[in-house]
């Protein structure tokens, strides 16, 4: 596919220039120009409001779905417990059922479960779907598709959200494979298009450093994961609701995966969320050695030590110790980041910090647009006279 | 054994820098490198390679210079290279991009294990591999961070929990995506980086023709997600950059940390 600017429409608004995730487009003189690193990816096509940006794409037909009913999530559940997340989707669902005017629905998969339809209609679930077998007991992928296959083609539903857990992330995509539909990942932030009804799925894209709002028009259901602690949930303990059982035929052969063994580790003792005071440290403190003042400053603040995904990666830190997207998220009164340019997966997991105070050599690091305070300054600097003024004050 | 890698060129999003004054990102300049989780991929078909003798493939989709991935992928011990690259693969969304890599490993015809990365760091999304697998109709185990014993029929693999491990059979064959916790990457050989450069190195290019492709079925055409609004993420904090030498921006630092009793 080819885009290109017809010049004549240009009027020259720059909305392309800002919806372009990659910046390649460009004003020359008063019109916009399309430059080599344009991925066709076509996000311009649909800001602008001139018709001015064509592409050689043929118009898609959007099919008529008005025959899918219902805002469903899937109900995850671990020994018989039910994932906390499941129960915050179907607050989240409860808003966008309302604003379709349609039901909410969960769909629980175990064996021996049954108990926990009456937890899950208590927290708005106008139905719940039920299927119950052994080979259902513990999670897999194949089995739990091939379940949740069924009961998507026989039921229709329009929209359904999981958790973006270990098993939501890996469900969700094969899932999304088999019953032909687009799925959006770790979204933030869900809500209904007035106009189109359609489901607008928000999360941080190219890398994080923007956010996208992406929409799923050419499929349904409308499939999106949310990472737990997202959503809230709303309790609705006088709901009534019904339980529709499905029957769910599994042989061992089609599933391919058995599970020999499921091992808890005890929580190592680092309880990040519950921190007053963070020192993390990235890529600026350069090796496990640097590490050594960062913990020095922990040690005079009364604080804990923590990183990026790089000082993990780079073994300057344990995995359990990492903050962001793919670590921990926390919420302490004071956040020193050190040496740490904040990639928004980064920032993502420090956005509810009090206070946060960043040190980098970088001016243009983006750490700096959620300090409070910055120093711009070398680490290895600017980390001894702070430990040494703390010791005096 | 035969292994197919899937490695994606990713821009190194930690390296990613934003203008002080507009907020916008900067894009010049950022490297391009093998995605971090895809290095784990590479590492672990080598290493079963070493094992169990066979031959590792390293598929990539991306534009022509993802080819420097495949290279580099090489000068770590794949034995070949396919780079799935065309004009209409651009703008692909997981539903695409898993149909085009699956039509090219269809195109490969046999194999006995797919190794990828969980998830690419520029999407952060951990689709493809599932997505994948599903599409070919073999099983598959994700976060795995232990590969316990490979055998002909089947395997034994740990897989990462929240709060711990699963210990799984899978029969082969079978896609895998795996976690750093696995191992350890090598460094490409230098020697073997220089012969994936030769003229007569065994890589090859294949464009939507080669994979028996319709273009209105992959890249942004084939996508049934689209990107409708991108936009900066909003800060609600008023930053304040001390000035001064070190020692003056500390002291000020202080002050206002006193200020609010943190210490």
Known sequence: MTVWIEVDLCNGCKRCLKACPYGAVEMKGDKAHIL??????????????????????????????????????????????????????????????????????????????????????????????????????????????????????????????????????????RLSRRVAVGLTADCTELNIDPKEKILLQTRPAFGGNVMATIANRYSRPQMASVRPGVMEAKPKPRNKGKVIKHKASLTEKEIGTRILEIVKEAKKAVNLSDAKVIVA???????????KILNKLAAVVGGEIAGTRVAVEEGWIPVERQIGQTGQSVHPELYIACGISGAIQHRAGIMNSRYIVAVNRDPRAPIFQVADWGIIGDLHEVLPIMIEQIKKA | MKIIVLVKQVPDTAEVKLDPKTGNLIREGIKSIINPDDLHALEAAVQLKARLGGKVIALSMGPPQAIDAISEAMGMGADEGILLSDRAFAGADTWATSFTLGQAINTIGTYDLIIAGRQAIDGDTAQIGPQVADFLGVPHVSYVFDIEDVKKEAMVVKRRLEDGFERVQCTLPALLTVIGELNTPRYPDVAGLIDACREKAPIKAWNAADIGVHTKDVGLEGSL???????????????????????????????????????
């Open chain 2, 225 to 263: 997600t689209q990107v409708i609004k991108t936009f900066a993420p909003k800060s609600q904090k008023q930053s304040e950059i001390l000035e001064g030498t070190a020692k003056e921006t500390v002291n000020t630092l202080i002050g206002k940390l006193k200020e609010i009793n943190l210490i």
């Open chain 1, 36 to 173: 080599e690193r344009c991925t066709s990816c076509g996000a311009c096509l649909e800001v602008c409001k001139q018709k001015a940006v064509q592409s050689d794409m043929a118009p898609r037909v959007i099919p008529d779905f008005s025959d899918r009913q219902g805002v469903w999530i899937f109900a995850e559940q671990r020994e018989g417990t039910l994932h906390p997340v499941s129960i915050e989707l179907l607050g989240k669902a409860q808003d966008l059922a309302a604003d379709l005017d349609q039901e909410v629905a969960a769909v629980l998969l175990g064996y021996q479960v049954s108990g926990l339809s009456r937890t899950l209609i208590e927290h708005g679930a106008n139905t719940v779907y039920l299927a119950e077998h052994k080979a259902l007991k513990d999670y897999r992928s194949v089995a739990y598709t091939k379940v949740l296959e069924e009961v998507i083609k026989a039921e229709k539903p329009n929209i359904l959200l999981m958790g973006a857990t270990h098993i939501g992330r890996d469900l969700a995509p």
């Open chain 1, 281 to 291: 440290g990235g890529r600026g403190v350069g090796d496990e050695g640097g590490f």
